[in-house]
């Protein structure tokens, strides 16, 4: 089955820096590649998603980029703020289209600090 | 417009217990999953139901997890005979097609 690796488990910026959070996929079939960030005491929020079709996508301070060939993709967070600190969570899946179960990275705590 | 709802928010529940927790997902959406989040840890698959299709039971633990949809809406899962390893949050989430909405989760707590 799917295996999503996740890296950094925590990571601090400051206020205006950006964030860039990794992750890589062992199965090659994967097509869709969902990025959610977590608050505390709630559920997930899609943030962001890419499908295999695309090396890049972009919206506003956030972007994901996806390297099919390495299988690994990334999450970029640009000027961050405060109201950006939360546990964000990396996913694939095979369903573009279609629906199908997620896998999750182990997800990364992101802490702006002022 | 409403999201993905569940109940309840909290159960607490001794060992060796049956326990139902709920979900209301959003309207329109054909499919419905049900994932675990333990303490501090990533999401874990549990399983999909998609239309009148089979559920993909996948990722139940044991025998002692099941769960069904009713009408295509709502969706209860059941663990019977808890055990403490149970204690997690469980979340719901439904789709249309692949984008999965979450509700705010079940906090269970196994004593």
């Known amino acids: 089955g799917e295996n999503v690796e996740q890296h950094p488990s925590t990571l601090s910026v400051q206020e205006g820096d950006s964030a860039v959070i990794k992750c890589t996929y062992s199965?090659?079939?994967?097509?869709?590649f969902p990025w959610y960030k977590q608050e505390l005491g709630k559920g997930p929020q899609l943030i962001i998603d890419?499908?295999?079709?695309?090396g890049e996508k972009k919206d506003q301070r956030i972007a994901v980029t996806l390297n099919k060939t390495a299988k690994h993709f990334s999450l970029h967070i640009t000027e961050t703020q405060p109201e950006d600190s939360a546990v964000y969570f990396c996913?694939?899946?095979?369903?573009?289209?279609?629906?199908?179960?997620?896998?999750f990275g182990t997800g990364t705590r992101l802490q702006v600090t002022l | 417009g409403a999201g993905v709802s569940q109940s309840p928010s909290n159960k607490v529940t001794e060992k060796g217990k049956d326990v139902e927790l709920r979900c209301d997902p959003i309207?329109?959406?054909?499919?419905l999953y049900w994932y675990r989040q333990s303490l501090g840890q990533g999401l874990e698959f549990l399983i999909y139901?998609?239309?009148?299709?089979?559920?993909?039971k996948s990722g139940l633990p044991s025998d002692r997890f099941s769960a069904e949809r009713t009408g295509g809406s709502v969706s209860t899962l059941t663990i019977q005979r808890t055990q403490q390893e149970d204690s997690a949050v469980y979340l719901c989430?439904?789709?249309?097609?692949?984008?999965?909405?979450f509700g705010p989760g079940t906090r269970l707590t196994v004593l």
């Open positions: 199965d090659s079939a994967s097509n869709y």
């Open positions: 890419i499908r295999s079709n695309v």
């Open positions: 989430a439904s789709s249309y097609l692949n984008e999965q909405f």
């Open positions: 139901f998609q239309g009148n299709s089979a559920p993909d």
């Open positions: 309207s329109g959406h054909t499919a």
């Open positions: 996913a694939a899946s095979q369903g573009t289209g279609t629906a199908s179960k997620l896998t």
